[in-house]
T-cell receptor, first 111, second 112 residues
Framework: GQQLNQSPQSMFIQEGEDVSMNCTSS?????WLWYKQDPGEGPVLLIA?????ELTSNGRLTAQFGITRKDSFLNISASIPSDVGIYFC???????????FGEGTQLTVNP | DGGITQSPKYLFRKEGQNVTLSCEQN?????MYWYRQDPGQGLRLIYY???????QKGDIAEGYSVSREKKESFPLTVTSAQKNPTAFYLC???????????FGPGTRLTVT
């Protein structure tokens, strides 16, 4: 089935730094979702994107739906220790199709 | 306080036994999903249901079964036919098929 390439796989940063991660697809998507998962917990929805070029913020998080419709980006500004976790992207090709998940970006923030 | 509950949080079973994982939602969502998560991997879809008394296989349905007798409930049975059942199981729901999915806290199943 459809696969998403999420990068980087892991990031080690200092508190206060900005973070960027992205997902790419070989086909066009009409929906991009970004989730955060804490250890041993279920993923929590951070941002949902439905239009090419859309830029949406949620506090220090900003996500963009790429204009080619084959990629999406998540930025975290001024990272803090509680940003630690795994960030997943998920995308949907067309109406009625399944969500496909990336393999996640493990973020570590050093105080 | 609306949400999705999964129970139990941790489950231990002997090989050869069937086990049922519970998933309940009070969000009035029509669609529900079961995913499996293994270390270092993304989520893989086991089964999903868009309406009561109807469900479809996902990408890795072999060795699993589900039922959807009530809108609020979507239990997953891991049968003895599932060759590698030890994993973290996540239940999710959405208002309808094309809407955002919201996840429960997960059940970690260990089979020895």
């Amino acid at each position: 089935g459809q696969q998403l390439n999420q990068s980087p796989q892991s990031m080690f940063i200092q508190e206060g730094e900005d973070v960027s991660m992205n997902c790419t697809s070989s086909s066009i998507f009409n929906t991009w979702l970004w989730y955060k998962q804490d250890p041993g917990e279920g993923p929590v929805l951070l941002i949902a994107l439905y239009k090419a070029g859309e830029l949406t913020s949620n506090g220090r998080l900003t996500a963009q739906f790429g204009i080619t419709r084959k990629d999406s980006f998540l930025n975290i500004s001024a990272s803090i220790p509680s940003d630690v976790g795994i960030y997943f992207c998920a995308g949907r090709e067309t109406s009625g199709s399944r969500l496909t998940f990336g393999e996640g970006t493990q973020l570590t923030v050093n105080p | 306080d609306g949400g999705i509950t999964q129970s139990p949080k941790y489950l231990f079973r002997k090989e050869g036994q069937n086990v049922t994982l519970s998933c309940e939602q009070n969000l009035n969502h029509d669609a529900m999903y079961w995913y499996r998560q293994d270390p270092g991997q993304g989520l893989r879809l086991i089964y999903y249901s868009q309406i009561v008394n109807d469900f479809q296989k996902g990408d890795i349905a072999e060795g699993y079964s589900v039922s959807r007798e009530k809108k609020e409930s979507f239990p997953l049975t891991v049968t003895s036919a599932q060759k590698n059942p030890t994993a973290f199981y996540l239940c999710a729901s959405s208002m309808a098929r094309d809407y955002e999915q919201y996840f429960g806290p997960g059940t970690r199943l260990t089979v020895t």
